[in-house]
C-alpha cells in the first residue's frame, strides 16, 4: 500500500487508545473490553442511562450485516468508540456508535465454521482463534495480522470457537473436539510473541494410569472462555465431558478432569484446585458456562465466591479461594437423575438413570438445565440471571466403537424427539440458591432450546434477555416485570452487551446474522435550511 495512502487510512480511523491490562479489571462502563465485560464474568455494567424508568424508549440506531454469516454467537467487545465483532476465521472492526466497517480482517486458511463467539484485546493488539485451533494477533487500529500460532491439529479433530481471555501479558484459550476423542487443554501464549508459555491437560495421557480413568481417556475439551481474580492471580477455567459421552462403561471411575472447573496458576499453568460438578457423566453435562467471580457477604462474613448454574441441573456456589461448595441446590423442576449434591459436593445419584440400549428417559435433557450462553448477576440486587431448560431426554447408549473423527460420542446414541420443554428466565439469589422470580420465554420451533440466548444486569436496575422467537427484551432487575422489547426477526443466538461513546449508552447483540445496537431515542435534529445562491442575469 502507498504509504500516503496507508498515512490518511489512519487518520481516518478512531484511535485504539493501547488498552492496559489494570483496565480489564475494572467493571464494565463506556468500554466493554472482553468477552464478559471485565474478568469476573459477572456481565455487569456501570452504567445506568438506560433505566428502568425510561427504558419504554429504546430504539434501534444502526444493524451491521456479516454477509456469510449463518449464526453469529459473538458478544462484541467495544474500545474507546470502536466495536470489534467476530465471524467464523473473520475480525470486522465498526464504529460503535453508526455501525460503520472501519477494516475487515478474514484468515482464509481454515474451512469455515459456523460460528465464533468472540476477541479480546491488550495493549494495542487483538485476538482471535480460527475454526482450524489457530490463535491470531491482530493491530487493534489497522487490522494487520502481528503473529498467529497453530495451537492444536485440526488433523487430529480438533477444533476452536471461543474468545480469547487476555490477561497480564499473556492470552489464554481452550480446544473443541472432545467428542471426536481428542484430549482437552488449556494453552497460554505471550501476549507480544505469540510463544507458549504453558498448557495444561484437562484429562490424562493414554499411557498414564489414572485412577479416575480407564480405557482410552479422552473428552474434557475448553470451549469457553474461562474467568480470573487478579488479586488471587487465580484463572478459573471449566471443562467438557468425558469423552464417550454417553457409554461409561468403558471408562470406570470419577474421569478427571472432566465435567469440572479448574483453578489454575496463569504463570505458570499449575493447578491449584478443582471442583467437579458431574462425576463420570454419562449424559453429555459439560460444566462450560462461565464461573461467574463475585465478592459479597456470605454467611454473615465477606467470600471470594465462584458461581454456576450448571448444565446438570444444580446451582452451585464455591468458596474461589479452595473450591469449597457452600450451595449446591436444584435450580429447574424437571431434574430426576440425582436426589441433590452431598455436603463434599458430589451429586446423590438416583440407580438405574444411566443411558441403556433401550432408553432411559432423564432429565435434564441432553442440552442441559442450561448451557453456554452466559448468566449475569447484579451486585444491586445479589442476583444472578439465567435462562434456563426444563426439559427431558431419552438416553440410549450401545458398545458400539466410534468412527474415526466422527464425532459421534462413540456409542451408537439414538436421541428420540426431545419431550416438550420449557425456556425460562430465572432470577437466582445467591446467599441460597432460591429462585425469586423467574419470566416463561418462547422455545424453539421443536419446544425445545434452540439459539440460546444469554443475559446482561446493568446499574439502571435491569436485565436483558431473549427468547427462542427473536424477542430481545429488558425487565426489572429486582422483581422480573418485562419493561421492553424488540422482535430482532432472527433467532438470538449469542448473549447482549452494553457501552458508551460520548456519553450516550447503547446495547448491543448479535441476533442470526446481524448485530443490533440501540439507544434511547433522540428527536431528529431539524433540518436546516437549504442555502439557494443567488445568480445575476
Known amino acids: 500500500m502507498n504509504w500516503r495512502v496507508f498515512a490518511s487510512l489512519l487518520l481516518a480511523l478512531p484511535m485504539f487508545g493501547g488498552i492496559l491490562y489494570l483496565d480489564i479489571t475494572k467493571a464494565p462502563a463506556d468500554n466493554w473490553l472482553s468477552y464478559s465485560g471485565d474478568y469476573s464474568g459477572r456481565r455487569f455494567s456501570a452504567?445506568?442511562?438506560?433505566?428502568?424508568?425510561?427504558?419504554?424508549?429504546?430504539v434501534p440506531q444502526w444493524v451491521f450485516h456479516v454477509p456469510g454469516a449463518v449464526r453469529l454467537e459473538v458478544t462484541p467487545i467495544v474500545v474507546n468508540g470502536v466495536m470489534y465483532i467476530t465471524?467464523?476465521?473473520e475480525v470486522y472492526a465498526l464504529d460503535a456508535a453508526t455501525g460503520r466497517s472501519l477494516w475487515h480482517y478474514r484468515y482464509s486458511g481454515a474451512r469455515k465454521s459456523d460460528y465464533n463467539r468472540g476477541a479480546a484485546v491488550l495493549d494495542d493488539r487483538l485476538f482471535f482463534v480460527t475454526s482450524d485451533a489457530r490463535l491470531v494477533a491482530l493491530h487493534a487500529t489497522t487490522g494487520a495480522r502481528l503473529w498467529d500460532v497453530q495451537y492444536a491439529d485440526p488433523?487430529?479433530?480438533?477444533?476452536?470457537?471461543?474468545?480469547?481471555?487476555?490477561?497480564?501479558?499473556?492470552?489464554?484459550?481452550?480446544?473443541?473436539?472432545?467428542?471426536?476423542?481428542?484430549?482437552?487443554?488449556?494453552?497460554?501464549?505471550?501476549?507480544?510473541t505469540g510463544k507458549r508459555a504453558w498448557r495444561f491437560w484437562t484429562v490424562p495421557d493414554p499411557s498414564d494410569t489414572a485412577a479416575s480413568w480407564g480405557g482410552h481417556p479422552s473428552g474434557g475439551a475448553t470451549w469457553m472462555t474461562g474467568t480470573y481474580d487478579p488479586e488471587q492471580n487465580l484463572l478459573f477455567w471449566t471443562?467438557?465431558?468425558?469423552?464417550?459421552?454417553?457409554?461409561?462403561?468403558?471408562?470406570?471411575?470419577?474421569?478427571l478432569y472432566s465435567d469440572c472447573v479448574l483453578a489454575l496458576d496463569p504463570d505458570t499453568g499449575k493447578l491449584k484446585w478443582y471442583f467437579q460438578f458431574t462425576p463420570h457423566d454419562t449424559h453429555d453435562w459439560d460444566a462450560e458456562e462461565i464461573p461467574v467471580l463475585i465478592d459479597a457477604n456470605f454467611?454473615?462474613?465477606?467470600?471470594?465466591?465462584?458461581?454456576?448454574?450448571?448444565?446438570?441441573?444444580?446451582?452451585?456456589?464455591?468458596?474461589?479461594?479452595?473450591?469449597?461448595?457452600?450451595?449446591?441446590?436444584?435450580?429447574?423442576?424437571?431434574?430426576?437423575?440425582?436426589?441433590?449434591?452431598?455436603?463434599?459436593?458430589?451429586?446423590?445419584?438416583?440407580?438405574?438413570?444411566?443411558?441403556?440400549p433401550e432408553g432411559n428417559l432423564v432429565c435434564p435433557g441432553n442440552v442441559g438445565a442450561t448451557n453456554w450462553f452466559s448468566p449475569s448477576y447484579s451486585p444491586d440486587t445479589g442476583l444472578f440471571y439465567v435462562n434456563a431448560i426444563e426439559a427431558c431426554d431419552h438416553?440410549?447408549?450401545?458398545?458400539?466403537?466410534?468412527?474415526?473423527?466422527?464425532?459421534?460420542?462413540?456409542?451408537?446414541?439414538?436421541?428420540?424427539?426431545p419431550h416438550t420443554g420449557n425456556f425460562v428466565l430465572l432470577a437466582i439469589d445467591i446467599q441460597t440458591g432460591a429462585i425469586r422470580w423467574r419470566i416463561p420465554l418462547v422455545?424453539?420451533?421443536?419446544?425445545?432450546?434452540?439459539?440460546?440466548?444469554?443475559?446482561?444486569?446493568?446499574?439502571?436496575?435491569l436485565v436483558f434477555f431473549g427468547d427462542d422467537a427473536g424477542y430481545f427484551a429488558a425487565a426489572n432487575a429486582q422483581n422480573g416485570k418485562i419493561l421492553w422489547s424488540f422482535q430482532t426477526g432472527q433467532m438470538i443466538t449469542a448473549s447482549p452487551m452494553t457501552y458508551a461513546v460520548k456519553g450516550r449508552q447503547y446495547v448491543a447483540l448479535a441476533s442470526g446474522t446481524d448485530v443490533f445496537s440501540f439507544a434511547l431515542f433522540q428527536p431528529a435534529a431539524p433540518l436546516s435550511r437549504p442555502v439557494v445562491r443567488e445568480i445575476e442575469r
Open 47 to 58: 452504567l445506568a442511562q438506560i433505566g428502568a424508568n425510561n427504558v419504554d424508549s429504546l
Open 87 to 89: 465471524n467464523s476465521n
Open 155 to 192: 488433523d487430529k479433530f480438533y477444533s476452536a470457537t471461543l474468545a480469547p481471555l487476555a490477561i497480564n501479558g499473556k492470552v489464554i484459550v481452550g480446544v473443541s473436539g472432545g467428542d471426536c476423542g481428542v484430549r482437552g487443554f488449556i494453552d497460554a501464549y505471550d501476549a507480544a
Open 239 to 255: 471443562t467438557g465431558n468425558p469423552g464417550n459421552a454417553f457409554y461409561g462403561r468403558g471408562r470406570p471411575g470419577d474421569n
Open 299 to 356: 454467611g454473615g462474613s465477606p467470600r471470594r465466591l465462584l458461581v454456576q448454574a450448571n448444565r446438570n441441573g444444580f446451582f452451585y456456589v464455591l468458596d474461589r479461594t479452595n473450591g469449597k461448595m457452600l450451595v449446591g441446590k436444584p435450580f429447574v423442576d424437571k431434574l430426576t437423575w440425582a436426589r441433590g449434591i452431598l455436603p463434599g459436593g458430589r451429586p446423590d445419584e438416583i440407580p438405574g438413570t444411566e443411558p441403556t
Open 395 to 417: 438416553y440410549f447408549s450401545s458398545t458400539r466403537a466410534a468412527e474415526a473423527g466422527g464425532c459421534s460420542n462413540g456409542t451408537g446414541i439414538t436421541r428420540e424427539t
Open 443 to 461: 422455545s424453539g420451533e421443536d419446544e425445545y432450546i434452540s439459539s440460546m440466548p444469554g443475559t446482561l444486569a446493568t446499574a439502571g436496575k
